[in-house]
């Protein structure tokens, strides 16, 4: 089981935002981040907790090992309003979070 | 670049039997090395992933679904496909396929189809 918080924030652009993840069980580093704007499908963002695939922003990062995870966002951009999920990919079956909805403030 | 694409009735009757059918382009199934996954998001829910299956036809299922689904490949068509019986309002939902690295991530992601129960 995943606890995904907070499930809703609102910021600016420009501003930094983290988004934490925590597992019921040690998951190791099997924590991956997706984007998903409104009727669209979940966009990967990072993988194994912190690597961030090509093409990926560099003002996206995660970290974290075992239980808790952060994911950061460093200077939003207008770009970045949507919802984000974390999925644990450790251990059948694979669990999401509950999201967060990134909006404007 | 590989593309998935879900397909299938928008709309099933209750106690009836919801059948999906993803088609992968860009990439083939039989290739292996990928698990090819299954995802659901009911209207403004989170995620739930079903289940997913290797081209060889070995299947992993969600417990909470187990009893209810199968998840099938033809690999001559490129494709992989869900079957849900005995359905009810509460697996309305907008299913998406997706190509699973097992353990390590899923992508690309089909567009989603949504699918609504009711009589």
């Known amino acids: 089981q995943l606890t995904q918080s907070p499930s809703s924030l609102s910021a600016s652009v420009g501003d930094r935002v983290t988004i934490t993840c925590r597992a019921s069980?040690?998951?190791?580093?099997?924590l991956v981040w997706y984007q998903q704007k409104p009727g669209k499908a979940p966009n990967l963002l990072i993988y194994?907790?912190?690597t961030l695939p090509s093409g990926v922003p560099s003002r996206f990062s995660g970290s974290g090992s075992g239980t808790d995870f952060t994911f950061t966002i460093s200077s939003l951009q207008p770009e970045d309003f949507a919802t984000y999920y974390c999925?644990?990919?450790?251990?059948?079956?694979?669990?999401f979070g509950q999201g967060t909805m990134v909006e404007i403030k | 670049q590989v593309q998935l694409q879900e397909s299938g009735p928008g709309l099933v009757e209750p106690s009836e039997t919801l059948s999906l059918t993803c088609t992968v382009s860009?990439?083939?199934?039989?290739?292996?090395?990928?698990?090819w996954s299954w995802i659901r998001q009911q209207p403004g829910k989170d995620l739930e992933w079903i289940g997913n299956?290797?081209?060889?036809?070995?299947?992993n299922y969600n417990p909470s679904l187990k009893s209810r689904i199968t998840i099938s490949v033809d690999a001559s068509k490129n494709q992989f496909s869900l079957k849900l019986n005995s359905v009810t309002a509460a697996d309305t939902a907008v299913y998406y396929c997706?190509?699973?690295?097992?353990?390590?991530?899923?992508?690309?992601w089909g567009r989603g189809t949504l699918v609504t129960v009711s009589s």
């Open positions: 997706a190509r699973d690295h097992q353990h390590w991530y899923f992508d690309p």
């Open positions: 999925q644990q990919i450790h251990t059948y079956p694979y669990t």
């Open positions: 069980e040690g998951i190791s580093s099997y």
């Open positions: 194994t907790s912190s």
């Open positions: 860009g990439a083939s199934i039989s290739t292996g090395g990928y698990y």
């Open positions: 299956i290797y081209y060889s036809g070995s299947t």
